[in-house]
């Protein structure tokens, strides 16, 4: 062991000599090889096997600090060569040991705010997690004393830290949700903050979830989307619908165009929030332009205004052209079923389908003509389709017709036939000889 | 005598709508047959490579168009330098149909804002895969698809 | 009559071409040899119609058969456009395509009932015994037709069935795989096996299905028409073949053209989806209905048995049974003895009961899939 340490003692008091002059100073940006690794202290809190020391070494086996040369020592000080804990935890060569929330943010940041050090590993690695995480609730929290908030460890983990990259990591796309509700689930946590603890649960219900959990969808948002990483805060009213415009473009820009962007400003509505909701956001259906239970237009539209005649406008068009697309569809289905060969007119039917999404989709522009425009295009389509149907079924009835045709002679020459036969028969008994 | 002209007039009567019946029969069978061995006007049969309806000409540079291809739609698009290509127009995110965007000579999917190159490699947004590439062939004012 | 000579050519010369024609092709001695055939008429005549039947269907598949390759293309890439090419745009094409399609099966129907028929009325004792093993041997061959022809569509159903079928005499040791791999023309099914299963289908069976048919229809001139034990000794009427059994066997083949017409209108055959050969087998794979005794049969055998790899021991079942099939009337001693032979009756009861139950049970969706 002395040995061991002996041979590596060099090139690590080389290095660390800075680590080792100052207290609780910047650790050194260019690490030994990774061989060193943190031999000291990760033998000892090994070989120690309790539950409050040992867990951390075991971890850090894998963590992408330790792969790229860092130590125990480059975040907690100390002596990483020495045998005894007291030289090794001293002080005066810069043990700090366990970090407080509170100056964990600026620990990190020694390293990943320091644009020449972070080149050293990653060039394209953002180094603005700091400020950003000053502008978030957490941040400004943490400054206030609260230290019940989550730091840089608390998603990243501390001692096992994998890139976000990986699918094993806390913020890996698919686990940033649980890994926020592990604090903002609790509702105990919640309530002291003034927060709702069912985020998550809305979450789940909605189809960002299901689109990134059930279909691998990774563009698909999660909490930091809309709320961002480091800044994490809830987008402020007037923002929203720009938030959901970065993937929702088409939305957003018909709703700006809409006169609904200058009615929300002023009655300080969430934008997409309002009628969407901001967590627990599920399929729109037709019926949020009705005035039944799902309707959303009728929150605020009282009856026989004429938002209240826009919405239903927009919804007759868009119900009348989906009802005449499934009236197509049913009849391309039975001219299938029946045997004909109905590709090209299902494909021509498709653009109906395309229609009618984006009839859905010009509803954000709150102009009822701009649906009706879009809902007689898809409406044409479907009653060509509905035209080319009954053409096949006119084939299929030609088909037919013609069979009973066929049928018709051929039944006519078994009458013959069988006729036929009995004459021959009759000829032959005894009757008249042959 | 009078019965057996009768038996005469009626086997003959029988004989004749026998074979009038069975000719008739069989001019049923023949008929779709002889008119089946004629050719159709549309010759080739093969969904794998697709003559189009649309003339070469038809398409300007820096333009395009959604033409159907074995059921699915295809983006048919000329480059500013004249080049004919076919990619397939189902946006590989969540399957709405591509168009070209002649001011930017790039294919855009109006859905969630994806973006893909005239090769047809996803550059922005969350289309996670390369639309499928078609071979154009040109024959004069013909235009022919085939997969690739 | 006729003698060489000049006497002859005199009288040839005063021939109308009608008449020169049937003394050249010796119409004559045939429309002799036909006028004499008779047929028995006892209580079991009906079944005599069924060899006529078959032969009828055979040649309806021949005829739409060579119609279909008009326009039917043998490869991977253009097999399932040709068919639907045929269905949707050539005239009447859905016609001839589907009367193919219910053809082929009405076709193996129709053979195992003559089968059957023959069997049950000790048609193969002696002198019949080579038409019977002829007999037997084109019903393997209509099989071949079937299961080659099954393919030719390139859809998936056809697909993933020629793969489960093709893998079934990889299982013989030590020739097997080299088997399976002349009938796929390579180690999967690939398109060079929709090209092998084409030439086999086209040209291959035909040629030895003709010469065999050939064999098999000369025998049965030959022998006459056998009768049932119980009728043999008595003096049975008679009824002349032609016109009168022709006439009647006309009328089945009326009726069958008939009901393949109807059949193409009201059920036409499916053309489903192309081919993906890296696509995963979708459920409920299964050959057609007179492979799927067979094939219901492998699946209950257990993976092994006594060392012996389960597959194997069934299919060496199988070619136990096509042998004895093929061996019937040099088994049954009884029968070619001119007795009657009621455990050979009761083997083949129980060998049909068993194999409808097998086909019943195919048929079934698989345990907690419910039926679309």
């Known amino acids: ?434 | 005598m009078d019965t057996a002209d009768q038996e005469h007039s009626r086997r003959r009567w029988l004989t004749y709508l026998l074979g009038t019946s069975l000719g008739a029969s069989l001019v049923s069978f023949l008929y779709p047959i002889l008119r089946y061995v004629v050719p159709p006007v549309s010759s080739e049969p093969s969904l794998s490579e697709i003559e189009l309806d649309v003339k070469a000409s038809d398409i300007l540079p820096n333009s395009g168009r959604i033409v159907p291809f074995a059921g699915k739609p295809v983006i048919l698009f000329r480059t500013a330098a004249g080049e004919l290509k076919a990619l397939s127009a189902t946006c590989t995110h969540l399957a709405c149909t591509v168009q070209f965007r002649g001011d930017r000579s790039d294919i855009w999917c109006a859905c969630h804002n994806g973006v893909y190159d005239a090769n047809g490699t996803n550059i922005s947004g969350p289309p996670p895969r390369p639309l499928t590439k078609l071979d154009v062939a040109v024959r004069g004012e013909k235009i022919v698809i085939r997969r690739a | 009559m006729s003698s060489d000579g000049p006497e002859r050519r005199a009288a040839a010369a005063r021939l109308s071409p009608a008449a020169w024609l049937r003394d050249r092709i010796g119409w004559d001695g045939i429309a002799h040899l036909a006028a004499k055939k008779e047929v028995p008429v006892h209580r079991y005549t009906l079944l005599y119609y069924l060899g006529g039947m078959a032969l009828f269907l055979f040649l309806v598949q021949v005829a739409t058969g060579i119609l279909l390759l008009l326009y039917y293309r043998p490869s991977a890439a253009e097999a399932f456009e040709s068919v639907q090419y045929i269905m949707a745009e050539v005239p009447f094409g859905w016609l001839i395509r589907s009367i193919h399609s219910w053809g082929a099966n009405l076709f193996v129907g129709v053979v195992i009932l003559h089968m059957a028929s023959v069997f049950f009325l000790k048609a193969y004792r002696a002198p019949r015994e080579m038409t019977w093993i002829s007999g037997v041997l084109l019903l393997f061959l209509a099989l071949g037709f079937g299961f080659s022809g099954y393919l030719l569509p390139w859809n998936t159903l056809a697909f993933f069935a020629t793969k489960v079928g093709t893998d079934v005499p990889a299982q013989i040791p030590g020739i097997g795989l080299l088997l399976s791999r002349i009938l796929r023309g390579g180690s999967d099914v690939t398109g060079a096996t929709v090209s092998r299963f084409y030439g086999i289908h086209v040209a291959i069976l035909p040629a030895i299905t003709t010469l065999l048919l050939g064999v098999h229809l000369v025998l049965v001139q030959q022998k006459g028409m056998s009768v049932p034990l119980s009728v043999e000794g008595t003096k049975p009427r008679t009824m002349k073949f032609v016109p009168d059994f022709l006439l009647r066997d006309m009328v089945g083949w009326l009726i069958a053209v008939g009901l393949l017409a109807g059949l193409a209108a009201f059920l036409p055959w499916e053309l489903g989806q192309k081919a993906e050969p890296f696509a995963p087998a979708p459920a409920g794979i299964r050959p057609e209905w007179y492979f799927l005794s067979m094939f219901q049969f492998l699946k209950y055998l257990p993976a092994e048995i006594a060392g012996i790899p389960g597959e194997l021991l069934g299919i060496l079942f199988f070619g136990a049974l096509a042998a004895i099939l093929v061996l019937v009337p040099v088994l049954d001693r009884g029968a070619s003895r001119g007795q009657p032979s009621p455990w050979w009756n009761r083997l083949a009861l129980v060998a049909l009961a068993g194999a409808l139950v097998l086909t019943f049970l195919a048929l079934l969706p698989p345990p907690g899939q419910v039926k679309p």
């Open chain 1, 1 to 434: 062991m002395t040995r061991r340490l002996a041979v590596f003692a060099v090139p690590f008091a080389v290095l660390f000599s800075g680590a080792l002059a100052a207290p609780a100073g910047p650790p050194t940006p260019t690490p030994p090889s990774k061989a060193v690794a943190s031999i000291g202290c990760v033998d000892c809190h090994l070989a120690l096997d309790d539950a409050r020391v040992s867990p951390p070494a075991k971890l850090f086996a894998a963590d992408i600090h330790a792969r790229s040369g860092f130590t125990c020592a480059s975040c907690h000080g100390g002596d990483p060569r020495a045998e005894d804990q007291d030289v090794a935890h001293d002080p005066k060569k810069g043990f700090r040991g366990k970090p407080s929330p509170k100056d964990i943010p600026a620990l990190c940041a020694s390293c990943h705010s320091d644009a020449a050090a972070m080149k050293h590993f990653n060039p394209s690695e953002r180094v603005d997690q700091l400020a950003e995480y000053r502008t978030s609730g957490h941040g400004k929290a943490l400054l206030r004393g609260d230290e019940s908030v989550a730091t840089c460890i608390s998603c990243h983990g501390a001692h096992g830290i994998l890139p976000v990259k990986d699918v094993r990591s806390p913020v890996y796309p698919t686990r940033v949700a649980e890994t926020c509700n592990r604090c903002h689930g609790d509702a105990t946590l919640m309530a002291a903050h003034k927060l709702p603890s069912d985020v998550y649960a809305k979450y789940q219900k909605s189809v960002h979830f299901e689109a990134l959990m059930k279909k691998g969808d990774l563009s698909s948002p999660t909490c930091n989307s809309c709320h961002g990483n480091h800044g994490a805060a809830p987008p402020q009213v007037g923002s929203v619908a720009n938030v959901c415009g970065t993937c929702h473009t088409v939305f957003a820009e018909q709703f700006k165009a809409s006169p609904h962007w200058e009615a929300f400003a002023e009655l300080g509505l969430p934008g997409c929030v309002t009628c969407h909701e901001n967590h627990a956001i599920v399929a729109p259906t037709d019926a949020y332009l009705s005035t039944g239970k799902d309707g959303k237009c009728v929150d605020c539209h009282e009856a026989g205004t004429e938002g209240a005649r826009s919405a239903a406008a927009m919804r007759e068009d868009i119900l009348t052209l989906e009802k005449q697309i499934l009236a197509a569809k049913g009849a391309l289905q039975r001219e299938a079923e029946a045997g004909m060969l109905v590709a090209r007119a299902q494909f021509d039917l498709s653009r109906a389908d395309e229609a009618l999404t984006k009839a859905r989709a010009d509803v954000h522009l709150f102009q009822p003509y701009a649906v009706q425009q879009t809902a007689a295009g898809g409406l044409t389509i479907a009653r060509t389709a509905q035209a080319q149907a009954a053409l096949i079924r006119h084939e299929r009835d030609f088909r037919r017709k013609g069979l009973v045709v066929a049928l018709l002679l051929i039944g006519i020459s078994i009458a013959a036939l069988v006729a036929k036969i009995r004459d021959l028969d009759r000829r032959k008994s005894p009757r008249s000889g042959s």
